[in-house]
């Protein structure tokens, strides 16, 4: 049967089961958006900047597993779109993003609205595709899901000249994929299974370091199963916060420069470091040279490349973290590490149960978090932005089952509302939380349109200092003269702009009224804003 | 240290400009890169030289590897293939010099492919080394222009990658 490009774009996706598009029409890109306008079946969310697409397919696809899928236009649009597709790059989120292009006939002429998208897009895309011939849509779409979905997942990009879009052909929907350059590795070598096992049962001191790819492979339970079945204590990434609940036994808390002290003193003591998940990057893991030199590692990833990238390991395994896991399980090894874990177990709930500061006229930033997150439904997601709203979440927020979710690699400002709305819009019974800054809320409260039309339930909490809070704080510190360009002069009252969309908000002043607000922060119906206001003095080591 | 890698990818337009672009990106050195199509239309093969410790090399390998368009990787092990460059280089000549730059040609091996009453040129297809010594016997003739395809490397032996 004959189709057009559009007509065969749209059959492609629900091949692929997407039921869901966040997008922003253009000209070049409305033969697609035409056939959408039939198909009841798959949903549209209407973004207000392309960026934010981005944002919201990848909180869709990260609470799904499923590529979350945008769809813009040719030139501002699919440039725009980019730092969502880096973002979304940078922590393996999938996603698979469709640009307009220019008609074929006239690429490289500079013509209205094109921009070589596919170029601009190489160093932070998967793989992606600039498609001229229509014939070739059925496989490149099927390809573009199973690149973004499977090995390390990522974002693929498929630019669609319009008239390909137009172009009618005979089309071919294949079964299955084959692209001969692609096999990622599933299973662990069982070689060297045997030998990690061995290296595993030697370790007295043994710790688990879990990154995002725990997540990516839908490993959680088998983490918390592999850690519970010999007692190893397990710290994470900022990108594995959320793995293990705040208070489970082996959960030692977040690595890094902006870790906790007792997950960094887990890592530095430690005799053996199984690393899964992880790409060691620098937040993370700061001098993984002296790491090197003091003890042995076993590093599991699903991407060779990572592996030997920043920390040279004793014992490589690559595969898929949940199946490694599972292979793992199925070995005999016998390991006591009981002291290890009680010392720092001590020292954990310690932390967990410090005493925050009690302040008169502002909100101290630990106190609310931990106080939202034991308020929190067991599953909640929470969406967390980048900046000391983010830092403070990190060593703060109370973590049940919860899906954390923040812009790790990337650190991309503005993240914690689109990805929030993306969560929503694929899991509408989940609770749903947004925090973030009064800086990063500036940079994507336009969307506050999506939550408003959608009447999407989530619950915003801004921390307000009227400062670029991080910013300021490295400012205030050497080699640097003092704060310049932080202070968010300027800001509109929130309470307003809340009000305009149709979103009641709440104010709260200081630590006395917290438990009040936050009850009726949360048991409000629908969307809500929570303003809290904090002294912009207050640092990310308080 | 050298390395000479071997990789097949995908014959399509692009697929060189992502595997130089990945260079840039990682920030890894190359000395040469030469491509061209195989016996398999379908398939081109790119001979990069990278002049890096082995941990670069292996991250070379293995960035090259994460690449759709890439078929497969080797580094190719150097005492045992064939690497050969090929160089054409313009010298100036007179009456006077043109007996001494053939001595030098003959005993590198260099063919005349050109002769004016001003310039010779020569081609050559050797190592890179051989290259490098011809071209310095040269210079005291003044050259005038020279170019270089970058090495091309297969395995000795009856295996291929």
């Known amino acids: ?542 | 240290m050298k390395k000479t890698i071997s990789v097949l990818v995908e014959n399509q337009a692009g697929v060189l400009n992502r595997i130089t672009s990945l260079f840039s990106r990682r920030a890894f050195n190359i000395d040469s890169l030469a491509v061209g199509v195989t016996d398999d239309p379908t398939l081109s093969r790119i001979t990069i030289i990278v002049d890096s410790g082995n941990s670069v090399v292996e991250q070379v390998e293995k960035q090259l590897n994460k690449m759709v368009e890439v078929i497969k990787v080797r580094t190719l092990d150097e005492s045992t293939y064939i690497g050969r460059e090929l160089m054409i280089l313009k010298v100036a000549a007179t009456m006077k010099t043109r007996a001494d730059i053939m001595t030098i040609c003959n005993i590198c091996g260099a063919k005349v492919s050109d002769i004016s009453t001003t310039s010779m040129t020569m081609e050559l297809a050797d190592t890179p080394d051989r290259l490098n010594t011809f071209q310095d016997m040269m210079r005291p003739f003044h050259i005038l222009e020279v170019v270089r395809t970058g090495v091309i490397a297969l395995q000795k032996g009856g295996g291929k990658i």
């Not at chain 1, 002429?109 to 921009?115: A, L, S, T």
């Not at chain 1, 498609?131 to 573009?144: C, F, G, M, S």
């Not at chain 1, 819009?425 to 994507?444: K, L, N, Y």
Request: hydrophobic share 40%; glycine share 10%; net charge negative.
């Open chain 1, 1 to 542: 049967m004959k189709m057009t490009g559009a007509e065969i774009l749209l059959e492609a996706l629900r091949r692929e089961g997407v039921e869901h598009i966040f997008g922003y029409a253009g000209a070049t890109i409305c033969p697609a958006v035409d056939v959408l306008r039939s198909a009841s079946d798959i949903g549209y969310t209407l973004v207000r900047t392309e960026q934010n697409a981005g944002h919201m397919a990848s909180g869709y696809a990260r609470v799904t597993g499923k590529a979350g899928v945008c769809l813009v236009t040719s030139g501002p649009g699919a440039t725009n779109l980019i730092t969502g597709v880096a973002t979304a790059y940078l922590d393996s989120i999938p996603m698979v993003a469709i640009t307009g292009q220019v008609p074929s006939g006239l690429l490289g002429r500079d013509i209205f609205q094109e921009v070589d998208i596919t170029g601009s897009t190489d160093a932070f895309t998967k793989h992606n595709y600039l498609v001229k011939d229509a014939a070739d849509l059925p496989r490149v779409i099927k390809e573009a899901f199973y690149l973004a979905t499977s090995g390390r997942p990522g974002p693929v990009l498929i630019d669609i000249p319009i008239d390909i879009q137009n172009q009618e052909v005979e089309a071919v929907f294949p079964d299955e994929v084959n692209m001969r350059g692609y096999h990622p590795s599933v299973r662990g070598n069982d070689k060297q299974l045997d030998h990690v096992a061995e290296a595993i049962g030697l370790a007295r001191q043994p710790v688990i370091v879990a990154g995002g790819g725990v997540f990516l492979a839908d490993a959680r339970d088998e983490l918390q199963l592999f850690a519970e079945a010999f007692g190893i204590p397990v710290v994470t990434t900022m990108m594995g916060l959320s793995l293990l609940p705040s208070d489970h036994p082996l959960n030692m808390g977040m690595i890094g420069s902006h870790g906790n002290l007792c997950a960094n003193k887990a890592l530095a003591k430690a005799d053996l470091l199984i690393m899964i998940g992880t790409r060691v990057a620098d937040r993370a893991i700061i001098a993984p040279e002296e790491i090197h030199r003091r003890m042995p590692s076993i590093h599991i990833d699903v991407d060779p490349a990572e592996i030997g990238k920043n920390l040279q390991p004793e014992l490589p395994l690559v595969g898929n973290a949940k199946v490694i896991l599972q292979q793992l399980m199925e070995r005999d090894i016998q390991m006591d590490c009981i002291e290890w874990r009680s010392q720092l177990q001590e020292k954990r709930i310690e932390e967990l149960h410090r005493e925050y500061p009690w302040r008169e006229e502002s909100v101290t930033p630990g106190r609310l978090l931990r106080a939202l997150g034991k308020k929190l439904q067991r599953d909640a997601a929470v969406c967390v932005d980048v900046g000391q709203n983010q830092l403070w979440s990190c060593k703060n927020l109370w973590l049940k089952d919860t899906r954390f979710l923040t812009s790790g690699g990337l650190g991309t400002m503005g993240y914690s509302l689109p990805a929030a709305v993306g969560v929503k819009v694929a899991q509408p019974e989940r609770q749903t939380v947004v925090i973030c800054g009064d800086g990063s809320f500036q940079m994507s409260m336009n969307e506050l349109a999506a939550v408003s039309s959608r009447k999407l339930d989530i619950k915003i909490l801004v921390i307000r200092n009227g400062v670029l809070g991080l910013v300021n704080q490295i400012q205030h510190t050497a080699p640097y003269h003092g704060p310049f360009g932080v202070a968010l002069d300027g800001s509109p009252d929130f309470e307003i702009i809340a009000s305009a969309y149709g979103i009641p908000s709440i104010v709260l002043e200081n630590d006395a009224l917290l438990d009040g607000a936050l009850e009726r922060f949360l048991e409000t119906e629908g969307p809500c804003l929570l303003i809290a206001n904090v002294d912009p003095a207050c640092t990310t080591n308080d």
